[in-house]
Each structure stands twice: as structure tokens, then as C-alpha cells.
């Protein structure tokens, strides 16, 4: 079964917006897939195995690491999970509506900046916990908890933005990417994962003056975050190996 057949089970539509016979025989995984796709329900699901962490017999600080570790590693999958075999027009479709209410952007700018904002706290958390590795618990497991926890937030952090652009696109466009084919998820995690490494939109034309303005945000976001993580393995290898 191909990614296209399994999306148009999951939304039960085809990619002209007509009902599909499979969906009919799987209105559960329909369901499930059609929450899976809300932001809220993916960051609720991913805290249910995250929250026993707080139970396990460590420091405090470790503890939080590992439940935000959980939670990051279980939200990405279900997010790659929910998106990924879209077609373009079931993406954008999905996409809109889900689109955030009045309330929510006036609260929050919409659901994903959650992710985000639980992200740098993830990477605070590790930055306060590595240099003192040896005080909290065993220092293997803190160490690598804390690894753990900076790929979760960087990796979280880009994921935010990609729903961002995602969300931006289906009201307003204002991005061309190369090539006749029309976007799908990879194209909005590309061009994230481009402005978190590189500070640039790689080979995606940003055409509207709000993109414009939130890929710049994103950049220097993304320059100060990768700027911490490299003063943070720094100070961890000197501590630790005394080679600086």
C-alpha cells in the first residue's frame, strides 16, 4: 500500500475531495489519524507517556529532562506520523482547517508555538542540569539524558516552525518552491530545518512580506540557539575531559 492510499484511508477523501471507499471500513483509524493532525491532540497524547518520568527516583532536574525528552521524541513521530503521507491537497486542506482560532492567536500566536516554547525550556533545563552532572545522579545517565534533551529542543524548536509556515501558507501563501510540483510536509520541514542550520531559506523564494518577517525571526532565533548549544558543549567538555 503506497503513502497515498494510506493518507486517502486516514482522511477519507481522494485527492479530488471525494469520499473513498477504504475510509468506510476504517472509520477508527480515520478518527484517529483526523486528531492526530490537531496540534493540541498531539502534544496531549505525547505528555501521557512523558508524565510518569516525574516518578522516577532522581534529581529534579533530571527528572524533567526526561520527561521532556519523552514528550519530544513521542510528539515528533506522531507529528511525521500525521503528515507525512499527505498529498498536497490533503495537507492544505488539513492544514486549513485546523488553521488557529481568534482566541488561540491572540493567546499563544496558535497551538505549535507551544511545542516551541516547551523547547527552550527543554534545552534550559539541560543547559542548568549538565555542568553539574556529577552532583545529580549517575553521571552517564545525566549526561546523556542532557544530549538527549538538546537534540530534542533543537529538532522540536524547527518542527514548531515548519506547522508555522505550514499554517502561513494555507491563509496567505507567500512562498515559491522550486519546481511545478505543489508543496507537501517535507517541503515545510525543508525549509525549517534550512533556516535552523543556515540561517537562509535554501532554494525556497519567500515571496510574502509576513513570511519575510518570520523566517527572519526564525534565523536569528535559530543563531542564538545553535550559539548556546555550542557554549554548552564547550563548557561540557571542559568540565568533563579538561581538554579546553
Known amino acids: 500500500m503506497t503513502s497515498s492510499h494510506v493518507s486517502v484511508l486516514a482522511y477519507g477523501v481522494d485527492g479530488h475531495g471525494g469520499e473513498a471507499d477504504g475510509a468506510a471500513a476504517h472509520p477508527g483509524y480515520a478518527a484517529t489519524m483526523r486528531r492526530l493532525s490537531r496540534e493540541s491532540w498531539r502534544q496531549s497524547l ?5 508524565l510518569p518520568m516525574l516518578a522516577v527516583p532522581v534529581d529534579v532536574l533530571v527528572r524533567l529532562m ?4 519523552v514528550f519530544a521524541a513521542v510528539y515528533l513521530t506522531l507529528t511525521l506520523v500525521a503528515f507525512r503521507g499527505m498529498s498536497s491537497e490533503q495537507l492544505l486542506r488539513t492544514a486549513r482547517a485546523n488553521l488557529p482560532s481568534r482566541w488561540e492567536r491572540l493567546v499563544m500566536g496558535g497551538p505549535e ?5 516547551a523547547a527552550i525550556c527543554g534545552f534550559v533545563i539541560a543547559a542548568l542540569a549538565l555542568p553539574q552532572a556529577d552532583d ?3 553521571t552517564a545517565l545525566v549526561v546523556g539524558a542532557g544530549v538527549v534533551a538538546v537534540l530534542g529542543s ?6 514548531g516552525f515548519a506547522m508555522h509556515y505550514l499554517s502561513m501558507y494555507v491563509e496567505s501563501a507567500g512562498l515559491d518552491f522550486p519546481g511545478d510540483e ?4 517535507s517541503d ?3 525549509l525549517a530545518y ?3 542550520t543556515t540561517c537562509g531559506s535554501g532554494d525556497v523564494t519567500v515571496t510574502g512580506r509576513g513570511f519575510r518577517r518570520a523566517v527572519q525571526a526564525h534565523g536569528l532565533m535559530s543563531f542564538f540557539f545553535n550559539t548556546m548549544v555550542l557554549a554548552l558543549t564547550i563548557a561540557i567538555l571542559t568540565t568533563f575531559t579538561g581538554l579546553l
Not at 526526561?66 to 525528552?69: G, Q
Not at 505543489?182 to 510536509?185: Q, T
Request: charged share 5%.
Open 188 to 190: 515545510f520541514t525543508y
Open 46 to 50: 505525547a505528555m501521557l507517556p512523558a
Open 136 to 138: 545529580l545522579g549517575p
Open 194 to 196: 534550512s533556516v535552523g
Open 113 to 117: 508555538h507551544l511545542a516551541q516554547a
Open 182 to 185: 505543489k508543496p507537501v510536509f
Open 66 to 69: 526526561l520527561l521532556w525528552n
Open 154 to 159: 533543537w529538532f522540536t524548536l524547527h518542527m
